[in-house]
């Protein structure tokens, strides 16, 4: 097989495992507010009902009004969330779309990351993948903590996976997602103040230690296993090519 027939096969395998991490990330049309899975008191004491109230209600509802003054009339208006994001981060044109576009995919992750009866460890394939990544899930856990404890000023920190299903903690600032640089985000750290200065002031440390108890971990596992990679078709599509 000639190496132009090959790097075209290989393309083309990289970018339909490109459009399957998109698809895990685009759950909600951008201008439509995401529907919680639970009510605005439900998370308390680790978020209260006001916070809830300011931050679904009227924080994430601003960058949907805004985002839909810059997007009317251009190409972004047809585009899934992600790709709003990833295009809009290459134009320096287009930062106030960037940011506010970020900021509704940010949150659509966030919000449905959530539940009440939450906590615990992940299971199946991811718990292998921290595992494998960290040696354990304790170590993970103080790392990401870590992460989102050091973040200077506003951001997100993310656990986030490549085509491989390798697992990467990355920290962002202001509106930043990893799918700017090709990764799926699986769980966000809101470490913007308007996250949690209601409950905790400036204990950002004592959210974030909070915070583990309300993560709905069989919804993250369902975003790693969404992107195909857990059973690694991807890898394997591509290296049963490179056999042939
Ligand atoms: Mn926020």
Known sequence: MSILIILLILSTAIEVCAEKQMKAVDTVPPLQLVELPYEYNALEPVISERTM???????????????ARYIVNTPYSSMPISQIVVMSDSSVYDQNIFDNAGQILNHNLYFAQFSPRGGGEPQGVLADAIINRWGSFE????????????LFGSGWVWLACDEEGQLYIVAEPNAGNPVTYGLTPLLGMDVWEHAYYLDYQNRRNDHIDAIWNIIDWPEIEARYEATGVAENSCQTAIERMWEE
């Open 53 to 67: 109230q300011l931050h679904h209600g009227k924080h994430l509802q601003s960058y949907i009004d805004r985002l």
């Open 139 to 150: 170590i993970f856990k103080q790392a990401f903590t870590q992460s989102a404890t050091d």
